[in-house]
């Protein structure tokens, strides 16, 4: 089973859909969980942390549910600029290695 | 705002020849990082540092690779002898404890 999986993509959506990504990971004590998006031969920025309670910033949120080692990164009203691939993260222990997903492209469309 | 600067962006090499490539952590960051992205893949651990010492390496990190911090600012990661499957784009990242902030990489070509 793979450390971190995500959905396979490419989405494909219109300016102003809502968009959700799904995301799993396999070990149950890791600690620290994150949204990075990447640009075509880029390097991986951070969007967000990801915590138990929840959060969001603007237009995104995300989700973390440990029991079923689930991540989820939503966004609203999604601009031509959102056009990346988004990438979910985990690490073990602070100042860890990050252990990435495969990341799930995301073309949005005018 | 403070960022993570590599140099430089783009190497090309033969096969066999040695390549050092160089970052610049943020300055007041305590851990520092090195990844490689394989083109299509994902991106892929190699190597955390911790007060001056390696904290962690990956199977993928062996002793044909090496890192450095040769002063209070730099950090290096040593290919030896590269080889065709080294060619990738390698990304330097740094935190002051948790979030890690990535470099805009070095793209390496081996021929």
């Known amino acids: 089973r793979k450390e971190v999986e995500q959905d396979p993509g490419p989405f494909n959506v219109p300016e102003g859909a809502t968009v959700a990504f799904n995301c799993t990971y396999s070990n149950s004590a890791s600690q620290s969980f994150f949204w990075y998006r990447q640009d075509c031969r880029k390097e991986p920025k951070l969007l967000m942390s990801?915590?138990?309670s929840g959060n969001e910033d603007g237009r995104f949120t995300a989700q973390l549910n440990r029991a079923s080692q689930y991540i989820s990164l939503l966004i609203r009203d999604s601009k031509l600029s959102d056009s990346a691939t988004y990438l979910c993260?985990?690490?073990?222990?602070?100042?860890?290695?990050?252990?990435f997903g495969q990341g799930t492209e995301l073309s949005v469309k005018p | 705002e403070p960022e993570v600067t590599q140099t430089p962006s783009h190497q090309v090499t033969q096969m066999g020849q040695e390549v050092i490539l160089r970052c610049v952590p943020i300055?007041?960051?305590?851990?520092f990082y090195w990844y490689r992205q394989i083109l299509g893949q994902k991106v892929e651990f190699l190597v955390s540092?911790?007060?001056?010492?390696?904290?962690?390496k990956s199977e993928i990190f062996d002793d044909q690779f090496s890192v450095e911090r040769p002063d209070g600012s730099n950090f290096t990661l040593k290919i030896r002898s590269t080889k065709l499957e080294d060619s990738a784009m390698y990304f330097c990242a740094s935190t002051p404890a948790d979030e890690q902030f990535f470099g805009p990489g070095t793209r390496l070509t081996v021929l």
């Open positions: 993260v985990v690490n073990m222990v602070q100042g860890g290695k990050l252990i």
């Open positions: 300055s007041n960051h305590l851990y």
């Open positions: 990801v915590y138990s």
């Open positions: 540092f911790y007060n001056n010492e390696i904290s962690e």
